[in-house]
């Protein structure tokens, strides 16, 4: 002990700084939450899908790093059947899963892993849904409980998805974190054993990282995996040091205490820009923020009254005052990112005069309604009560009289889906997995009315063409009619599309080939330090 | 001594049952539902949304979720969180450790500061130390905790300024020390073999005890010092003065003991204090406890994390305060005998 205390203080002063190379390589990032645990079927946040889906695990399909563009992964190749309804995998061999204290896999990676990943989730009777509180949203929320028949193990390399349904969008819905294949073996050893629900919190998958450790709120420690099927991660240990303040991230980023961090505050943005040792990178979000009429109340039902608003609405003033100018006008309900956006669409260009006209025309005067705003900060709108005022202040201009509103978060997403809700309400969306269909489909399409269509806007000639994208296979025609798609929106008016915004990622600058993942998430394979 | 213990625990049943059921009441009168926020934009059918309030039980009536809410609690089960899944108990005991630690480190700083601070203070009455003193707990009184702490990180642990300190955690990210009892410095000088992690722990621990303890240690030097002025006024201290003893032993035997009385009581109420101040020091400095936990469950609207949460930190507090009690009878034994 008379030594340990010899050495502390002497501990003390070198564990202050992080000196990279002096031993294993180890990157530290600054993360900002907790996971909710580690099996990222069972959780919706993108922090538990940074500490599991992302470091831990992989799937048959994935997005290739820094893109939305599709790779194969656990799946070497892919076939679809000629009526749409039967996608067969064709599954690497070699692939090995990590080791824990209480198991090491006697097998490599085979289509058992990937039928019990999907079962667990889809068939009630499977004697690991329950597991873990056995609720599994994203799951659900991507119609995967009616879309998939059956998953049918072929042989030990080939697994058969039967569907009930044509759904174009279905391999990069497969790319999505909650299709991460856990160990079919593990799990069965953890059922014998009495203990299912460590599947759960000591993670065995096939990714680059393997979990070492977790202490709650405090880090979670990753070891590359040497026998990764796509080669070591250049580093060699990877720590999440939890720190939810994002005033003390930068903190801990200057002081070198951790080399990337997330989510910076706005007003720290220039300080990190000019620091010599901070790397401020930058890329467009994959999002959308919008201000979402109800379509189904008068004046708003007719589509000259809301084009007529979107024209009295200063978009650039809001980019200016709201984003700091880090963000992008949206003219479209997609991102600029995505394929299939649409750069014929024509906004509606600024112009109160004519806005006023137009709300002549249409034969509205005296207009007052409501404007919410959301009580928190979100990735596609970083202050909307201040976005509220300045559209109040916009349409005060052309004589329509706008009240701001407010509720608690949950209370907001709660109210404003209802059908009979007064007013327009600003809110947004960044894309799952970088299909337009999961813009159009889930934000305006027939099905979402009630839900997330919060303009409650069903138009039977744009769902149609947005269903017929969703069947069909051949992506030229796919992108056209999107693109066809994106004129009717624009021509319907049911949103003020309002912005684009960037996102910024602070990273130390002896932090090489970091890139920002246009989901959100955190992907360290590849990552080096020198 | 006996009647004495037992009245005080008899006073401990109705208090306990009070508190469960504001524990029970106030998370569930704050707005906002939380499967909604569990979807987030996407949101949920309402099918879904029926099914996972059959779930959690939330579709039972609210007097039912009560009873079995307290049918829980006398077999020792909190629930478990919807967040995270794990039963509330566990997630609570694993955290506690890291909040006590906190805790204490801050009372002691507070009592080895503020303690001597009031007395010197008293006894040299309207001098600048005392002025000083007075100025400077006052202000450590009203400091706001959040700001305080962003300050002292910014001053001491930014490579800008001094950069003495760690700006947060518990442990440097070099060092992975198993929880053996949960409490970093027990662990890191007797069950680790990490060399330089004990002296990380402590280290660590610098900036998170001056913030939580700058409060109560305000408070327990201004109590201090009135406490003893009104004590170095009475009669016996100046014929024990009169008798000829030394400035020390009448100081220190004689008037320091008899106020020390209201300064116990003062340090025992601290415990509430520490454990509110708790959630924001936790926050700032990503200190692994209870309080950060309790934040994220309330804004998650995790209603069984939070009940339990609740729960658990009052019964500690009442346990707290019941100990004060007794040790107030054996430093002034007559309370043992007042009705």
Redesign the interface.
């Known amino acids: 002990?008379k030594k340990?205390?010899l050495?502390?203080?002497?501990?003390?002063?070198?564990?202050?700084a992080?000196s990279a190379g002096a031993q294993a390589k180890?990157l530290?990032f600054c993360s900002e939450?907790?996971p909710?645990?580690f099996n990222p079927s069972?959780f919706?946040a993108g922090t538990t899908f940074d500490a599991s889906s992302r470091q831990v695990y992989n799937k048959l399909v994935e997005f290739e790093r820094g893109t939305t563009k599709i790779t194969p992964a656990l799946a070497e190749s892919w076939e679809v059947s000629s009526d749409g309804l039967e996608y067969t995998f064709k599954l690497r061999k070699g692939v090995k899963f990590h080791s824990n204290k209480a198991f090491t896999p006697s097998r490599d990676f085979n289509a058992d892993d990937v039928v019990y990943s999907f079962k667990r989730q889809g068939d009630e009777s499977h004697p690991y849904h329950k597991v873990?509180?056995?609720?599994y949203?994203y799951f659900?929320?991507m119609s995967m409980p009616d879309l998939i028949k059956d998953i049918v193990k072929v042989d030990d390399y080939t697994v058969k998805f039967v569907l009930t349904r044509p759904e174009a969008p279905m391999i990069a819905n497969l790319a999505m974190d909650f299709a991460s294949i856990l160990s079919a073996e593990y799990a069965d050893k953890m059922m014998d054993a009495g203990s299912p629900?460590k599947v759960?919190l000591e993670p065995i998958g096939t990714g680059p990282f393997k979990m070492?450790?977790y202490?709650?709120?405090?880090?979670i420690?990753f070891a590359a995996h040497e026998d990764y099927w796509a080669g070591k991660a250049p580093i060699d240990r990877l720590?999440f040091?939890?720190?939810?303040?994002a005033?003390?991230r930068y903190?801990?980023l200057?002081?070198?205490?951790?080399h990337v961090m997330p989510y910076p505050n706005p007003a720290d943005l220039e300080a990190m820009d000019s620091d010599p040792n901070i790397n401020l990178m930058q890329q467009e979000g994959l999002n959308v923020g919008y201000l979402a009429y109800n379509t189904k109340m008068a004046p708003f039902d007719n589509p000259k009254v809301r084009k007529a608003l979107n024209k009295a609405i200063n978009k650039n003033a809001i980019l200016d005052a709201v984003f700091q100018g880090a963000g992008k006008v949206a003219k479209n309900p997609i991102p600029p990112t995505i394929w299939s956006y649409n750069n014929a669409t024509e906004d509606d260009s600024y112009d109160a005069a004519a806005a006023q006209k137009m709300l002549e025309e249409a034969g509205v005067s005296g207009l007052k309604t409501k404007i919410w705003a959301m009580p928190v900060q979100r990735p596609y709108n970083p202050n909307a009560r201040r976005m509220a005022e300045l559209i109040q202040a916009d349409w005060a201009k052309i004589g329509v009289e706008a009240e701001i509103v407010s509720?608690?978060?949950?209370?907001y997403?709660?109210r404003s889906?209802a059908e009979d809700r007064d007013g327009a309400v600003l809110?947004?969306?960044t894309g799952d997995n970088g299909d337009p269909d999961n813009f159009l489909a889930?934000l305006l399409g027939c099905d979402a009315v009630g839900?997330?269509n919060r303009a409650q806007w069903c138009h039977k000639p744009f769902d149609d063409l947005v269903q017929k994208a969703k069947v069909t296979s051949d992506s030229a025609e796919r992108t056209k009619l999107y693109e066809e798609a994106q004129l009717v929106f624009k021509e319907q008016a049911p949103w003020a599309t309002i912005a684009h915004s960037v996102v910024f990622k602070p990273v130390r600058k002896e932090v090489k080939n970091f890139k920002i993942d246009p989901f959100g998430g955190h992907v360290f394979y590849g990552v080096d330090i020198e | 001594m006996i009647r004495f213990i037992i009245s005080k625990l008899g006073l401990l049943i109705p208090t306990f049952i009070g508190v469960t059921l504001i524990a029970f009441a106030f998370i569930r009168v704050?707005?906002?539902?939380?499967i909604?926020?569990?979807?987030?934009?996407?949101?949920?059918?309402p099918e879904?949304h029926a099914e996972?309030m059959a779930?959690f039980g939330f579709d039972k009536p609210m007097w039912e979720q009560y009873i079995i809410f307290l049918g829980n609690i006398l077999q020792g089960d909190l629930g478990?969180s919807?967040?995270?899944?794990?039963p509330v108990l566990d997630?609570f005991l694993?955290?506690f450790p890291?909040t006590v630690e906190l805790a204490l480190c801050a009372i002691i700083f507070a009592t080895l500061i503020g303690l001597p601070a009031g007395i010197i203070a008293a006894v040299k009455r309207g001098s600048a130390f005392d002025h000083s003193l007075m100025g400077v707990s006052l202000a450590g009184y009203s400091m706001p905790i959040f700001w305080w702490g962003?300050l002292l990180?910014?001053l001491f642990?930014?490579?800008?300024m001094l950069?003495w300190t760690?700006?947060?955690?518990?442990?440097?990210?070099?060092?992975?020390v198993?929880?053996t009892t949960g409490f970093m410095l027990i662990d890191?000088?007797?069950f680790s073999e990490e060399?330089?992690?004990?002296?990380?722990a402590?280290?660590h621990l610098i900036l998170p005890t001056i913030v939580l303890g700058t409060i109560p240690m305000a408070v327990i030097a201004r109590q201090t010092r009135s406490a003893m002025l009104e004590v170095l006024g009475e009669d016996y201290v100046r014929t024990a003065r009169a008798k000829g003893l030394p400035v020390g032993r009448v100081i220190g035997l004689h008037a320091l003991r008899n106020a020390l009385i209201t300064v116990v009581t003062v340090i025992g109420l601290q415990v509430g204090v520490l454990l509110a101040g708790a959630i924001l020091t936790e926050?700032?400095?990503?200190w692994?406890?209870i309080g950060?936990?309790m934040v994220?469950a309330i804004f998650r609207?995790d209603y069984f994390a939070v009940q339990g949460g609740l729960i658990m930190v009052a019964g500690i507090v009442m346990i707290v305060n019941l100990v004060v009690d007794f040790l107030y009878g054996l430093i002034n034994p007559r309370i043992l005998h007042t009705r």
């Open positions: 002990m340990k205390l050495t502390a203080v002497a501990g003390a002063g070198m564990a202050l992080l180890t530290v939450g907790s909710e645990g069972l919706t873990s509180g056995g609720s949203e659900q929320a629900e759960d070492v450790g202490q709650k709120d405090a880090m420690r720590i040091s939890i720190t939810p303040d005033s003390v903190q801990k200057k002081a070198g205490e951790c509720y608690e978060w949950g209370e997403l709660k889906k809110l947004g969306w889930v839900g997330s | 704050l707005p906002g539902d939380p909604e926020l569990l979807a987030g934009e996407r949101g949920v059918s879904r996972l779930l478990q919807f967040i995270t899944k794990q997630e694993t955290r890291a962003l990180i910014i642990s930014s490579p800008d950069g760690p700006v947060s955690g518990r442990m440097s990210a070099m060092f992975w198993e929880p890191t000088l007797f060399e330089g992690a004990f002296g990380s402590i280290h926050s700032i400095f990503s692994p406890g950060k936990w994220d609207r």
